[in-house]
């Protein structure tokens, strides 16, 4: 009897509900009609087609660009106890033939292909001989020439629905445009009904922007804060790539590069020490990563602009796969943009030229522009997003916006700029333009020495123009014109600062230092305790930290034994929530996420020890744990729920969440949940210090936070010891058991220990 989606989802893949469109894509397929999903990366689309393969009868055939990608699919769904291969020039003729032979005999559910492979007429002579029950095409996107990777033998996918007309198709992609989707529908005539188009708001992952100064010290910081964890860096260049992964070694850094230069091998060896957990840093060009499953990657810096918004988004996606709480980091400069033009312009193909710089001056304009960054995004991807609290306070904007970031008046400066502008008659950039300003005779025309603009600058150093110019084109005071070069051009609100006396008003320098020294502060105090995305928000549970670290070993060791990355053994998020839920039986451990029927029985009784030996070894969680063990929360109450939803689920989910809590409570309560620190917050909410802090123990008390987000483990300890010697009873005053307790311990700690253990 055909199995139903729901008991292969539980059984087979270890979750407990569907998310964002999958159950309507399945439907879909399920009814023998061809349906396309575009769904964030991260977000589950490859379950849109796994699934359905489960309960159909037949063989599915899944098309994939790249060698590395069929792997790690495979890899996966083997360890789920799924009968899956791939077929690529990996295999020798000898596996090819053997593999051949199990497709005859129905041994295989879903089998991997290159497109250029499928469309072949003797690969296609072959199918006819099997059951075919469906076809996957993933990486859509390379379908369409509005695509961000468009590639020709894509297009040819259309033949596939000639020769095999009543089997249904699903075409995934985790980047498309309005106009890229259209193409895409068009091309394999999808029924516009079953069109799935779910979110694009990874809301686990925080957008920065930064010029591009001191780079490698900018680098160098964000993985401090980031230290043990998996990142990305990409590069432009080969060079690049190279250079970077040898000064991060040589300053004492686990860090490998990537390109298309490197012997196969030799890629194939970097890949897979990233993947393994062995190297925590990748310096890569855009060469690495398509595909890239790795779950645990905490960060991806962009060294260098990329060509389009699609690229950056599916790139930035590589980050926080698992739904925990991640970074983008983007450092841009205008060189970057100017050189990338001219490397995107095809030779006897203008219309893709034209296509190509369209979408790299869209890249430019998010990088330049002063708006939420999760707002252009979404925007750009025909999504809106307006949250109710008009700031998504994730994103550089809106962290330095809420933050009260202090103007000053730049009017002056402005006109200076703005008359420099017209007197070199609109025809230059801004380096020019400072150059004028500046009074740099060696570097200005002769005609232009005379003018009364020159030297007019020359108090203000280049650097402090520099910034002035960037935010006068960020905050739309003036334009960049999209040609070959970056030349200034007047617009009205330039033009009535001169004339109008209109004011200019921008961000003190001293004031984002201090910004900058705000979020350092803030990677700083969430960096040392692993989180974990028990909400849409990427909010976390409590989990005892130092169980996470023995899970984690143990992880390793299976995954050594197995021959795969530990992340497809389990995710992060999979052991944070057994180092919370603490399961101490096969039934209990069923019920975390990720652990199907396969990988409980493989690996649950294993897991299962080593929870049962830590809980030994700490008397304190014996006792908590022997406490709440016949009250384990259902599993769909503290699972991951990654990334992202339709908002009205989202705020369905907020407000039932946050039963319970007064107004401003919620409000402290969503601010932290957005990563800001308690001065931040008290700044912004313009408290003090212990207010905040008196939230928060009433989240913790809740059970809307974790305690060690306010108390370490250590402090925890001693604060219940304290408790327990001076018998402590509701009602009594804390004044005893502070003086107990001594310096380095304050109210708000022992009130948030006895709100997570009441009486």
Not at 75 to 86: I, K
Not at 345 to 354: A, G, H, L, S, Y
Not at 404 to 431: C, P, V, W, Y
Request: charged letters at 25%.
């Amino acid at each position: 009897m055909p199995q139903t989606p729901h008991h292969i989802l539980r059984s087979v893949f270890g979750y407990e509900k569907f998310r964002l469109e999958q159950e309507r894509a399945i439907s879909a397929v399920l009814r023998g009609e061809d349906s396309f999903v575009l769904m964030p990366t991260g977000g589950g689309k490859s379950l849109c087609y796994q699934v359905p393969a489960l309960c159909l009868e037949g063989l599915t055939l899944v098309v994939s660009p790249l060698i590395a990608l069929m792997k790690d699919q495979v890899d996966a769904l083997r360890l789920n106890g799924v009968e899956a291969a791939y077929l690529n020039s990996t295999l020798d003729e000898g596996e090819q033939r053997l593999l051949a032979n199990r497709l005859r005999l129905g041994e295989i559910k879903i089998l991997y292909v290159a497109p250029e492979r499928l469309v072949t007429e003797r690969f296609l002579s072959f199918l006819g001989t099997l059951q075919v029950a469906l076809f996957a095409i993933d990486e859509a996107h390379c379908i369409s020439q509005w695509g961000h990777d468009f590639r020709p033998e894509y297009r040819e996918l259309s033949r596939v629905k000639k020769c095999f007309p009543h089997v249904p198709l699903i075409a995934l992609t985790a980047t498309a445009d309005e106009q890229t989707r259209r193409d895409i529908i068009v091309q394999l005539t999808i029924p516009q009904n079953n069109v799935f188009v779910s979110s694009f708001n990874r809301a686990n992952i925080r957008y920065f922007v930064e010029q591009k100064q001191n780079t490698y010290e900018k680098i160098v910081a964000h993985i401090r804060r980031r230290s043990g964890e998996s990142g990305i860096i990409y590069t432009l260049s080969r060079a690049s790539a190279e250079s970077l992964a040898d000064r991060l070694q040589t300053d004492g850094f686990s860090a490998l590069p990537y390109h298309a230069g490197l012997e196969r091998a030799t890629r194939t060896r970097h890949q897979d020490l990233f993947l393994r957990d062995e190297v925590q840093i990748i310096c890569a060009t855009i060469a690495f990563g398509m595909g890239i499953d790795k779950s645990n990657v905490r960060y991806v810096i962009h060294h260098d602009l990329p060509k389009n918004i699609e690229s950056y988004y599916q790139e930035t996606g590589r980050a926080g796969r698992d739904g925990l709480p991640s970074d983008a980091i983007l450092l841009y400069s205008n060189a970057d943009a100017m050189k990338l033009q001219k490397m995107l312009v095809i030779e006897d193909n203008p219309d893709q030229t034209r296509i190509l710089i369209q979408k790299l001056q869209e890249m430019r304009k998010y990088a330049e522009s002063r708006q939420c960054r999760r707002k252009y995004l979404l925007q750009y991807f025909g999504e809106d997003f307006s949250p109710s609290q008009h700031s998504c306070a994730s994103c550089d904007i809106c962290l330095n916006t809420a933050s009260n970031q202090e103007l000053f008046d730049a009017t002056l400066s402005a006109q200076k700029f703005f008359s420099a502008m017209i007197r070199t008659g609109e025809r230059f950039g801004a380096g020019y333009v400072i150059e004028v300003l500046r009074g740099n005779a060696s570097k200005v025309r002769t005609e232009h020495l005379n003018l009364k603009t020159f030297g007019v600058g020359a108090d203000t150093s280049a650097a402090e123009w520099r910034r002035i110019a960037n935010e006068l084109c960020t905050a739309g005071w003036c334009e960049r014109a999209t040609g070959d070069y970056p030349i200034l051009k007047l617009n009205e609100r330039s033009k009535a600062v001169l004339y109008d006396g209109a004011k200019v008003l921008l961000p003190k320098a001293e004031e984002r230092k201090r910004s900058a020294r705000r979020e350092t502060e803030r990677e700083r105090e969430i960096a040392p305790l692993p989180t974990f995305a028990a909400k849409e928000a990427g909010s976390s549970i409590p989990h005892h930290a130092k169980l996470f670290e023995r899970l984690r070993l143990l992880r390793r060791s299976i995954a050594e034994s197995e021959g795969v990355p530990p992340f497809m053994v389990l995710s992060d998020a999979t052991l944070m929530e057994l180092a919370s839920s603490l399961p101490f039986s096969l039934q209990e451990i069923r019920r975390v996420t990720g652990f199907g029927e396969v990988k409980t029985q493989r690996y649950g009784a294993r897991f299962i020890k080593e929870i049962q030996d830590f809980v030994a070894a700490h008397p304190l969680l014996a006792q908590k744990t022997s406490s709440q063990k016949a009250s384990l929360p259902p599993k769909g109450e503290q699972s991951r729920n990654t990334v992202a939803s339709s908002h009205k689920n989202r705020s369905n989910a907020d407000s039932s969440s946050w039963q319970g809590l007064s107004d401003t409570v919620q409000e402290t309560l969503r601010l932290w949940q957005a990563g800001n620190t308690v001065e931040t917050i008290a700044s912004l909410r313009k408290v003090t210090h212990s207010t905040i802090l008196g939230h928060l123990v009433m989240c913790v008390g809740a059970k809307k936070i974790p305690l060690h987000a306010i108390v370490s483990e250590e402090k925890e300890e001693a604060i219940i010891d304290a408790l327990r010697e001076h018998e402590w009873r509701e009602g009594q005053g804390l004044k005893p058991i502070k003086e107990a307790l001594g310096e380095g311990f304050d109210y708000a700690e022992i009130r948030a220990v006895i709100a997570a253990y009441p009486q």
